[in-house]
């Protein structure tokens, strides 16, 4: 089974024993460079883990990427911003930018065949009824770490 890990799990423990229970732990390749940039304790924990490649997307996006459609990252983005996400994005807000990487680090997940997204990120994937309309249109598990310690470990 593979597993993304969003970076609110990284400082928990969870990858060390998901690792040592057999699983695949990944993190979406965005993430990993955008945290690579600044230089943080994240990437001391993760800089040794495969990444999950994220559609294109200007601004956000590094090099080398997975070339293809954006529609689940645009199906994605208006689950997760429960359909208030703006069509222009020239000049998003701190809690939209937020929004957008949730979207793209669960469409990272998507397009790298990942079983499980692991994120304790509520609001964007679970609360409202998000996780179910998430999982359904997308064939992936979405658990918090708890869900997952107590489903997995």
């Given at each position: 089974m593979k597993?993304l890990?969003?970076t609110n799990?990284?400082?928990t423990?969870?990858?060390?024993?998901?690792i040592?229970?057999g699983y695949?732990?990944?993190?979406?390749k965005?993430?990993?460079?955008?945290e690579?940039k600044v230089?943080?304790?994240?990437?001391n924990?993760?800089?040794?883990l495969?990444?999950a490649n994220?559609?294109?997307l200007?601004g956000?996006?590094?090099?080398p990427?997975?070339?293809?459609?954006n529609?689940?990252?645009?199906?994605?983005?208006?689950i997760v911003?429960?359909?208030?996400f703006?069509?222009?994005?020239?000049?998003?807000t701190d809690k939209?930018r937020n929004q957008l990487r949730?979207a793209?680090?669960?469409?990272?997940a998507?397009?790298?065949?990942?079983?499980?997204l692991?994120?304790?990120?509520k609001k964007?994937?679970?609360?409202?009824?998000k996780?179910?309309?998430?999982?359904?249109m997308?064939?992936?598990e979405?658990?918090?770490?708890?869900?997952?310690?107590e489903k997995?470990v």
């Amino acid at each position: 089974m593979k597993i993304l890990i969003d970076t609110n799990i990284i400082d928990t423990g969870i990858i060390e024993t998901l690792i040592n229970q057999g699983y695949e732990v990944c993190v979406a390749k965005a993430t990993k460079d955008r945290e690579l940039k600044v230089g943080s304790e994240y990437l001391n924990r993760v800089q040794y883990l495969p990444v999950a490649n994220e559609a294109f997307l200007f601004g956000e996006s590094t090099f080398p990427i997975s070339f293809g459609s954006n529609k689940n990252l645009e199906q994605i983005i208006g689950i997760v911003s429960s359909g208030s996400f703006p069509k222009q994005r020239g000049a998003l807000t701190d809690k939209q930018r937020n929004q957008l990487r949730d979207a793209m680090i669960l469409e990272s997940a998507i397009r790298g065949n990942c079983d499980v997204l692991c994120s304790n990120d509520k609001k964007a994937f679970v609360n409202a009824g998000k996780r179910e309309i998430l999982e359904s249109m997308f064939k992936i598990e979405i658990l918090t770490k708890q869900e997952i310690e107590e489903k997995y470990v």
